[in-house]
């Protein structure tokens, strides 16, 4: 999770393989959640929206009572990353 924080935004293809390992190891420890959410961002910054909606659904089922669900949802679903106002994950809107 450490290495996870460390790279934020800055490396999409890392954050998803290491947060996906993350999830196969410790699928039920606390952090899942979080993990699951950083699989989301990730596949998003990497353009694969539709992927990124699947995982979201799972977290859905998965962990529905998480605020880290209630905050891809609120990204994914009411203001998803293809809106115009929306420009992805780590970056700020523009809203014109």
């Given at each position: ?7 934020g ?62 905050d ?8 998803p ?16």
């Amino acid at each position: 999770m450490d290495k996870l924080h460390a790279l934020g935004s800055s490396d999409p293809v890392q954050s998803l393989q290491l947060a996906r390992e993350g999830n196969r190891r410790f699928k039920h420890s606390a952090d899942a959640p979080e993990r699951a959410s950083l699989i989301v961002k990730s596949l998003s910054s990497l353009g694969r929206h539709d992927e990124a909606r699947l995982e979201a659904l799972k977290m859905e089922q998965l962990y529905p009572s998480s605020d880290w669900t209630s905050d891809v949802h609120k990204h994914m679903f009411v203001n998803p990353p293809n809106h115009g106002a929306e420009r992805g994950h780590g970056k700020t809107y523009e809203l014109e």
